[in-house]
């Protein structure tokens, strides 16, 4: 997409319609939430419609909700939200904000390991993380012709995301942004992570939103984020044996 300059449509990306997608992306998160919230083990849907199928099926599900895990779901939604309220409302005053995310997963783990839920509730957990990068090893091009067209929809889906995050950012803080260099660096990003069997990536609001209200303004921010997840991946992975699925969710 850098390369044949496509960073033009951007101009296209006007405020309504970057609202709009922001609000919908929300709410397709919220929904593919919902199993995990409810401790159902359901099969993803595919095609068209997602939101609708998931809802559907979660509907049908609801008699096998574990009710543990809804608990568990429960308590950290009554942490996380007060304390992004607080965040929110005291940003002045808060020299840096607290971090719910942390606690929440700290606690969630410590719990689940001294009270043993996985065993005893059936409450999912994370299990083994293994620590390291994986080998580098070129993608499976034989695949190319089945995710094709998921490939471009979701090439194209990533760049708005990130170019509307972008914008709405540069907008609030008085600058602006170049399209085509957002092109070029997340085209460099997924390709030096393909050769390690990534996720493509993209910006999200939800951490967006976390670093400009940690005072966040250069890379360098991003640099120290990328650190402390490093240090997951090679040292740390091991202590989230214990952490329970169903916060991942909340946390979403």
């Known amino acids: 997409m850098f390369v044949v300059q496509l ?3 951007a101009t296209y990306l006007s405020e309504p319609i970057v609202k709009a997608f922001t609000n919908g992306a ?12 409810l401790g159902l083990a359901l099969p993803r849907p595919t095609g068209s419609f997602t939101i609708f199928k998931t809802l559907a099926s979660v509907a049908r599900a609801l008699p096998r909700t574990n009710v543990a ?4 779901s429960a308590l950290c939604l009554a942490l996380l939200v ?7 409302r005291f940003r002045s005053k808060l020299r840096t904000p607290i971090p719910g995310e942390i606690v929440v997963v700290l606690a969630a783990t410590g719990v689940c390991f001294a009270s ?10 994370v299990g083994h993380l293994p620590a390291g990068f994986p080998q580098p090893q070129l993608p499976a091009l034989q695949s190319l012709p089945q995710v094709l067209g998921d490939t471009v929809a ?6 708005a995301v990130s170019v509307s995050l972008a914008m709405i950012y540069a907008e609030k803080h008085g600058y602006t942004i170049n399209p085509n260099q957002e092109l070029l660096a997340h085209g460099v990003s997924n390709l030096v992570s393909s050769l390690f069997t990534c996720f493509p990536s993209s910006a999200t609001l939800a951490t967006t939103n976390i670093l400009e209200s940690a005072g966040g303004h250069t890379q360098l921010a991003g640099f120290f984020s990328s650190a402390v997840v490093l240090m997951v991946l090679m040292w740390l992975g091991p202590l989230f044996h214990y952490l329970p699925k169903v916060r991942l969710g909340a946390c979403a």
Do not use: W
């Open 69 to 72: 895990e809804l608990l568990i």
């Open 7 to 9: 960073g033009f449509l």
């Open 154 to 159: 979701i090439a194209f889906v990533a760049y």
């Open 82 to 88: 007060p304390i992004k309220e607080i965040n929110s």
């Open 116 to 125: 043993s839920l996985d065993t005893r509730y059936d409450v999912q957990i």
């Open 26 to 37: 929300a709410l397709h998160v919220l929904v593919s939430q919902l199993p995990s919230l």
